[in-house]
């Protein structure tokens, strides 16, 4: 859309706020409101100033001037504001050369799709992210010097069946892993997840469906798929609208990768493939359909998977998701249909399907740079015809200590991704997607919450070491 065209919806629909918005580097929307009067074209054109020295991993307080460069392409009424207010996703330009800055998020997102383009190998790359996410009733914690601890409470959580409910409690709620797929009422949330597809719809996400997932209390909504920015953009609103939605209930949503001890972590599996003009690159006849290209794509992502996860499964808190007999794929192989394994084929009824599923993302992290570097990833493999090796049919859960010791598997921690993509980074700067002061950046960031996690005594520490 033209600004002309945006000067009109907001005529149109009685605007009376522009929301600008953009996604700091460790992928949490960020946003600044303009009054209505003050948007024109030179403001939709031109972008805004604002200070990048206080978003965390970006300025120095000397270079803190930056613009936020709204992109037209994508005005959304926003469905939760008592005034209306027009919500608009932003690029970051630097204040001085007004040229893409570099650690923006979004502008990687753009630059890999465009790398895409330039290789040859194809014109659009999709992404199908499929977001987990838990709700509760009430959640406290706190980290003082003498006192660390946290407390979560969810009406269908397992361990309030004895508990005493003003107005009695009625005792369906799932078991642990046992949310996959009563109805209501062992199903609570129903109307709720409407509610969540309504918001998305009313924001212009094409959405598919929604479910209870395994755990008492998490979920799972469905989207179509779409293009590499646009699908970080969705996602972005996936979180916004749970969140929000959530908060209206008089409960909370979060996304973080393992909030409970003992059932299934959320994770954010990703389909993806590639299309050069009308034509599906990773449908063939390979292994499960796959062609050539598919299969290389999948090795590069094999290969590079422990750099990957830095992006991928960005917080402490996602390395306790990643542990076997949680459908968590830790193992570093391919297979059709078999769930075990970090890249999963699956089944279809068009050939023009074709596809790959990533499943060790989670949904904690920044979608540009999680979807961004995959692309990369798989990239490389086709480039240089990465063999992903031979496929695996069988329950990777089932195979022996031994057996799996033999085995790549993604990273055990925060700590091992920070050093893989410290060590593995140049597939990502190919083409300047990424650059090594973003991903330098990035690290420098990520090691203040390794540090934050490692130096804090842990209540289990205590059970374990106290009486030693």
């Known amino acids: 859309m033209s600004s002309k065209n945006i000067l009109k919806l907001m005529k149109d629909k009685q605007v009376e706020f522009v929301d600008l918005r953009f996604t700091d580097p460790r992928g949490k929307l960020q946003h600044v409101t303009m009054d209505a009067t003050v948007v024109d074209d030179d403001l939709l054109n031109d972008g805004v100033f604002f200070d990048g020295s206080s978003i965390a991993g970006w300025k120095a307080i000397n270079q803190s001037d930056m613009l936020l460069k709204p992109d037209l392409s994508r005005p959304i009424i926003d469905p939760f504001n008592s005034h209306t207010t027009l919500n608009i996703f932003c690029d970051i330009l630097d204040a001085v050369k007004k040229d893409p800055y570099e650690r923006d998020p979004r502008g990687t997102a753009k630059k890999a799709e465009a790398y895409l383009k330039k290789s040859g190998i194809g014109d659009k790359s999709y992404f199908g992210p499929e977001p987990e996410f838990f709700v509760f009733d009430d959640v406290r914690f706190k980290n003082d010097m003498n006192e660390t601890s946290f407390s979560i409470d969810s009406s269908e959580g397992p361990y309030n069946t004895g508990k005493k409910y003003e107005n009695g409690n009625m005792g369906h709620r799932p078991g642990v892993k046992g949310g996959y797929f009563p109805v209501p009422p062992v199903d609570s949330a129903q109307d709720m997840r409407g509610e969540y597809l309504k918001a998305l719809r009313d924001m212009g996400v094409k959405v598919e469906k929604h479910h209870h997932e395994v755990a008492p209390s998490q979920h799972e909504l469905g989207m179509y798929f779409g293009t590499l920015t646009d699908m970080a953009d969705n996602l972005q609103l996936y979180k916004y609208a749970v969140q929000m939605v959530t908060h209206s209930f008089g409960k909370t949503a979060t996304f973080m990768p393992k909030p409970v001890k003992g059932d299934n972590g959320s994770g954010m599996h990703c389909h993806q493939s590639i299309w050069k003009g009308n034509t599906p690159v990773f449908m063939g006849k390979e292994y499960s359909g796959l062609s050539k290209t598919a299969l290389y794509y999948i090795g590069g992502i094999l290969k590079h998977a422990k750099a990957i996860n830095a992006f991928s499964n960005a917080t402490t808190n996602s390395y306790k998701r990643l542990i076997p007999g949680f459908e968590a794929p830790v193992i570093l192989a391919y297979s059709a249909r078999n769930r075990s394994a970090s890249c999963r084929i699956p089944i279809i009824n068009n050939p023009k399907a074709a596809r790959m599923e990533i499943r060790f993302p989670d949904a904690a992290g920044n979608p540009y740079l999680t979807f961004a570097s995959m692309l990369m990833a798989g990239i490389d493999g086709i480039k240089n ?84």
């Open 385 to 468: 015809k990465i063999d992903p090796g031979k496929s695996f049919d069988k329950d990777l859960y089932t195979l022996s200590e031994s057996e799996v010791k033999k085995l790549p598997t993604v990273c055990g921690s925060l700590r091992e991704a920070m050093e893989n993509l410290d060590k593995d980074r140049k597939f990502l700067t190919q083409g300047g997607v990424f650059t090594d002061d973003q991903i330098d950046a990035y690290i420098d960031l990520k090691f203040q919450e390794i540090y934050k996690f490692e130096h804090t005594p842990h209540p289990i520490e205590f059970e374990m070491y106290y009486s030693g």
